[in-house]
């Protein structure tokens, strides 16, 4: 989902998420990240999550937002909240920059 950031704002949300996907790497998980060089994540509930990260049966949506997106995507952060809450093994983390 494109989300109304400016330039500046876009740079500091994309690198966050580079950040989350190597320290994810780093610690053993596979990282699917909606950033270039990496796989995208799969849709979930018509949305499409910074990071998927997974490591055995663990799976964890990281959403990456700024203090502008935060409030905006409330819908968003639901249905990732609500697709993890129905899975075992699954998280849900958001994270604010």
Known sequence: MKKNRN???RRKHDKAILRSAKWYENRGYKVNADIPDYKKPKKIRGYIPDLIVKKGKKEIIVEIETKKTNKADINQQQAFKNYANQKKEAK??????
């Open 7 to 9: 330039k500046a704002s």
């Open 92 to 97: 849900f983390r958001k994270k604010v920059v």
